[in-house]
Each structure stands twice: as C-alpha cells, then as structure tokens.
C-alpha cells in the first residue's frame, strides 16, 4: 500500500528565505507527482505536476524535483513572500485513477 | 475554461433534508471525482466517474449517491447526513482514464458542508 509522507507538518519561516519542502513514497511504481496548495477552507490550487519520467518542473519562483527510485519529491520555494502561506500537499498517482495524498506541509512566512 | 466549478459554496443542513453538491468542468476531462475533506486531513476519495460510468466507490455509506447526467456535470445527492459526514466536499477533474497520460488533477473550491 502506498504510504505518502510530508516533512515538516509546519514550517514557519521569515519572508524573504528560500525553502525546500519534503515529500516522499514507499512505492516507486507511481505514473506521476502533483504538488498543490490549499488555503484554509479552500480548494486545492494545483502548482507543479511531474511525470515519472521528468526529473523537475519550475514554475516562476517554484521548482519541484522528483527522484522515483528513491521515492522522494522537493518542493522548492525562492524567495519567499507573506501570501506563499497555505498548507502544500504532495499527492502520487497509481493506477485505478487514484491519488495518495500527503498530509500536508503548513507553510507560514512572516513579514 | 480550466475551472471546476462547485455550488453550492457553503451548505448547513438537517440530518433529515435531502441536498445535492453541483460540479461542473469544461475542460474535457473524462474522469471526475468527488473527495471528502476533514479538517486538517488530507483529501479522501469518495468516488470515481470515467466517461459517466461510475468506476470506484470506496465504500461510501448510502446516504450519499453520485451522479453523472453528462460528460461535463458530476452530482452528490445527500439524504439523513450525520454530523459527523460535516466537512469540505472537493470534486476534482482529469484529463486521462489513467494518469499515466500525463494528465493531472483540477479541484473545485470545494462545498463547506454542515449537517445540524
């Protein structure tokens, strides 16, 4: 059974650092990774998605890493800024169309 | 569009009413799901509809029944909820029967369910 982990549960850090959240997966045999963020009470805002095959995705001041054989994901934030707070889910795709999600990071970046 | 839209936003309820969540995506996805979020939880599977067949149903009590008139509309009917069925109802679209096509996930903002 598939078994996603996401360290640290929370993150509080000042504005302006660059940061790395952590996610990882017991079964290698994964189709592809998806980081997402959600606000509270909000939906999930889907912001990287990174095939088995890819290594990374960037998306302006986020870069994802995936290393399958190891069964690790990154999630790197530059520069972070006040409205990057929110909780960062990491999810893994297996077949039968299900999502193995994280239980998340909360992310809180002070002025 | 790249939206899934879901109404209502917020819905309070009876545990005798009966209700229904609404989502919508014309994105051309052909897969749709519905999770069931408890707070501070990640999101859970529910159900999953592939070209308007349902496909998974993880052992979801009947009190909640989906729904797929079309390609584009996905339903959750609600009857004789419990408080502790309270919580954020996501739908979510695809693009692929199976994610090993590249597609990823699009969520709804959600329904903020209360049953009373």
């Known amino acids: 059974k598939q078994e996603v982990t996401q360290i640290p549960a929370a993150l509080s850090v000042p504005e302006g650092e660059n940061l790395v959240l952590n996610c990882s997966f017991t079964?290698?045999?994964?189709?592809?990774l998806q980081w997402f963020r959600q606000d509270p009470g909000k939906g999930l805002t889907s912001l990287l998605l990174?095939?088995?095959?890819?290594r990374e995705q960037t998306s302006g001041r986020l870069n994802a890493s995936l290393d399958k054989s190891s069964g690790r994901s990154t999630l790197y934030i530059a520069a972070s800024q006040p409205g990057d707070s929110a909780t960062y889910l990491c999810?893994?795709?297996?077949?039968?169309?299900?999502?193995?999600f994280g239980q998340g990071t909360r992310l809180t970046i002070n002025p | 569009d790249t939206e899934v839209t879901q109404t209502p936003k917020h819905l309070v309820m009876g545990m005798t009413n009966k209700k229904s969540l609404k989502c919508e995506q014309h994105?051309?996805?052909?897969?749709m799901y519905w999770y069931k979020q408890k707070a501070k939880k990640p999101p859970e599977l529910m159900f999953v509809?592939?070209?308007?067949?349902?496909?998974i149903n993880e052992s979801v009590p009947s009190r909640f029944s989906p729904e797929c008139p079309n390609s584009s509309l996905l339903n959750l009917h609600l009857h004789a909820l419990q408080p502790e069925d309270s919580a954020l109802y996501l739908c979510?679209?695809?693009?692929?029967?199976?994610?090993?096509?590249?597609?990823?996930?699009?969520f709804g903002s959600g329904t903020r369910l209360t049953v009373v």
């Open positions: 979510a679209s695809s693009q692929a029967l199976l994610l090993d096509r590249g597609g990823g996930y699009t």
């Open positions: 079964d290698s045999a994964i189709y592809n």
């Open positions: 990174i095939q088995s095959s890819q």
């Open positions: 999810a893994v795709s297996q077949g039968a169309q299900k999502l193995v």
């Open positions: 994105m051309g996805h052909r897969a």
């Open positions: 509809y592939s070209y308007e067949k349902l496909s």
